[in-house]
């Protein structure tokens, strides 16, 4: 199992941490943001295929976001996909 630590940009959620195996996320937690939501996304990020979770997440905007581009969903999009996993 390999795990990935994100630091997000221009959103609540300071750090994201991601495990994988096999292309498969196996475990998701973020640190800061929007506790429940975040809670709620990572179970259900849990089991699914990364290429899934990308097509799924990525594109997301959050009204909160400080440039209103991104979100916590697109920032693990993000780095599923600069991560090549």
Do not use: W
Request: aromatic fraction near 4%.
């Amino acid at each position: 199992m390999a795990e990935l630590t994100f630091k997000p940009n221009n959103v609540c959620c300071r750090e994201m941490t991601i495990q994988y195996e096999n292309g498969i996320v196996t475990h998701a937690e973020f640190i800061g943001g929007c506790n429940g939501n975040l809670q709620a996304i990572c179970r259900l990020v849990e089991g699914m295929e990364v290429a899934d979770v990308v097509k799924k997440l990525e594109g997301i905007k959050c009204r909160g976001s400080r440039d209103g581009l991104t979100s916590c969903p697109d920032q693990l999009a993000k780095a599923l996909q600069n991560n090549n996993l």
